[in-house]
Each structure stands twice: as structure tokens, then as C-alpha cells.
């Protein structure tokens, strides 16, 4: 009876599978073996919320949370590493004390919206956004402004924002939908965003709250000087030189899985042990191996002092190619092509 049975399941998922009727929690990817996901095998509970609110960061199954720990290598991480200098660069925390890093508002419905003047608008969303004289603006020349609606659980972007006496303006802007049926949308492509990878920013910064609580469960935004005129996912837009040995826009890497981090400190190791599962995505034109993080007073020097010692060399280009479920998606998918931990 048992082998009956178990003929009987068999048959019928060769079936369903052929039909394309698949059980829950497996999907058929595009050009790939059947894959199952979505899952989360670093660890049993998702990403924290956006702090002061209910709101995920995506869907589970979207890119940013995807354990890159065994992903087959790409095969030009050794000539991206050159154009970045990773021989002689060392990791560099792009956040610290006193007020240095990418600051971001939680607002309610009620917040006041405004309408942008944007020097890019026919790649930013027209919004309303809510903007205002109490929103916190990135210093520097990028002056990125991110706002999260705690209540419609929506992340608002700009780039380049001012208040301009009541009339803002701002490069670009983008609007993301953090949870719900279209939160794994990708912008259209060949879109910037506040970003110059077309990508969400907030998403990939290292937050407090997050290693306080031990574990951030997601990849890091991160920028390089060179990068080359393509673009790969999740990455929407290019905004590279003509140069085929730099890393495109969505390139991701993470630390070697045998870098020992025993020597670090506890808030050391949380850090290095999300670039090890979660990696770094290439988002932005800048200094080499500058990863992006919120402003917070809880940051130390000796904390990042302790981060400026990894070596660039400690880490390696992924080829996350097959976990993507559509080209227009974010969605990705464990399985045969794409191993989770």
C-alpha cells in the first residue's frame, strides 16, 4: 500500500509539473530545473521591520534577502576585483559617529505630500511625496532623502532633494511598495531610481536596531569608482564608463565563507556574517568598497575602525543569475542553480 501510494504522488506531480499546476512553495523558473523557494535557510525568522512600525522589507523571497553563502562564483570576480583594486583596498564603513550616514523618516498618512520638480522625470515616479521642512536630507553632494509610510507600509526616495523655499526639487525620485502583491516589482528597465542601479536604497543599509538584535538578514548596498555600461539583475539602469573589466550596476559579492571573524567584536561579526550570507550590491558610483548605513548615535569608531580592516581581497563576485524567477521581478528562487545555505 505504501508503494502504491508513493507511485501515485510521483505520478501526479510528473503531471502537475508538466501542466504547470505546482504545489505551494514550488516554482518553475524560467530557462532553470524546477526550483523550490521561497525559503530562508540562514535562519528561521525573517528581517527585521522597518524600525517604528509592522512594515516588512520585501517579500521573503525578494533579492535583497537572498543567502548568496553557495552560489557558484561569477567568472569575472578576479577581473571585477582588479578594476576595483581589491589587492589594496580594505573595506571602508561609509557611516559613523557623530551624525555621519544616510539618515531616513518614518512618517503617517497624515504627513503632508508634495509634488517634485525632478531634473530626471521621465525615470521618477511623480509621487506626491512626503517631503517636507522636517524631512532629514543625506549631507554631501547626493542629499538622498528616504522616507518610509508606516501606515501604507510604502518607501519613498529622492536624490539630490531641496526644499527650495516650498517648491522642492530633486534628481530622481522612486516610490516602492514594501509588502503586498506588487512588492517584488522591479522598476521599468533602464530606470535610475535615487539610486544610479535603479534600486531601493534603504533596503541596503546596515541598521542599529539590527545589529543590536544580532542579525541582519539581508545584502548591503555598496558603491564602486568604475563600473561598466550594463546592468545586471536586480540592477534597473547603468550609469558606467565604457570599460568591460568593471562591475556592472546589481553585481553582487560576499565575504569568502573561511574569512575567520572570531577575532571581532560582537557588532563586528553580526556586520561581517550578513556579507558573508547576504553579500553586497553594487548600487552607486563611488569610492571602492564604501558600504552605506544609517545615521545613529549608537555607532562607534572602534566599530568601524574594526570593519576598515577587511581586506577587499577577502571577497568574492556570486552569480545569482539562476535564482531569478522574471526579468521584470525580484523574486527569487532556491533550487537546483541557486543553493541556499
Known amino acids: 500500500m505504501p508503494m502504491m501510494l508513493g507511485m501515485r504522488v510521483r505520478a501526479f506531480l510528473a503531471v502537475a509539473a508538466a501542466l504547470g499546476i505546482l504545489a505551494a512553495g514550488v516554482r518553475s523558473t524560467p530557462g532553470s530545473a524546477l526550483a523550490i523557494g521561497p525559503a530562508e535557510p540562514h535562519a528561521t525568522t525573517r528581517r527585521a521591520p522597518v524600525p517604528g512600525t509592522d512594515c516588512a522589507v520585501f517579500p521573503a523571497d525578494n533579492v535583497w534577502n537572498l543567502d ?17 583594486d581589491a589587492g ?22 497624515n504627513h503632508d505630500r508634495v ?60 516610490i516602492f511598495q514594501l509588502s503586498g502583491s506588487d512588492a517584488n516589482d522591479l522598476r521599468p528597465a533602464g530606470w535610475t531610481s535615487a539610486d544610479a542601479a535603479g534600486l531601493p536604497i534603504f533596503p541596503g543599509l546596515v541598521r ?80 571602492d568598497w564604501y558600504f552605506q548605513g544609517e545615521v545613529n548615535d549608537h555607532w562607534t569608531n572602534d566599530l568601524l575602525d574594526e570593519l576598515k580592516s577587511i581586506p577587499a581581497g577577502a571577497f568574492v563576485a556570486v552569480n545569482a543569475a539562476r535564482c531569478r524567477v522574471r526579468p521584470d521581478s525580484a523574486a527569487f528562487a532556491y533550487g537546483p542553480g541557486c543553493p541556499g545555505q
Open 88 to 109: 589594496s583596498t580594505f573595506l571602508h564603513p561609509d557611516f559613523g559617529p557623530p551624525s555621519y550616514g544616510m539618515p531616513f523618516d518614518v512618517v503617517g498618512a
Open 115 to 174: 509634488r517634485i520638480d525632478f531634473w530626471y522625470g521621465d525615470e521618477s515616479d511623480a509621487g506626491p511625496y512626503p517631503f517636507g521642512l522636517d524631512t532629514h536630507v543625506e549631507g554631501g553632494s547626493d542629499r538622498h532623502a528616504l522616507m518610509i509610510d508606516r501606515d501604507a507600509c510604502v518607501l519613498y526616495e529622492l536624490y539630490a532633494a531641496d526644499w527650495n523655499g516650498g517648491a522642492p526639487t530633486a534628481g530622481s525620485g522612486a
Open 208 to 287: 542599529w536596531d539590527e545589529v543590536r538584535d544580532g542579525r541582519i538578514a539581508h545584502a548591503l548596498r555598496f558603491t564602486a569608482s568604475c563600473t561598466t555600461r550594463r546592468y545586471v539583475w536586480p540592477a534597473r539602469h547603468q550609469a558606467g564608463q565604457d570599460d568591460p573589466t568593471c562591475p556592472p550596476m546589481g553585481a553582487r559579492f560576499r565575504l569568502k565563507r573561511g574569512f575567520d571573524v572570531s577575532g571581532f567584536s560582537r557588532d563586528a561579526r553580526v556586520i561581517l556574517d550578513a556579507m558573508k550570507h547576504y553579500g553586497m550590491i553594487v548600487a552607486d558610483n563611488g569610492s
Open 68 to 84: 548568496v553563502s553557495r552560489l557558484p562564483l561569477h567568472r569575472k570576480s578576479a577581473v571585477w576585483k582588479r578594476a576595483m
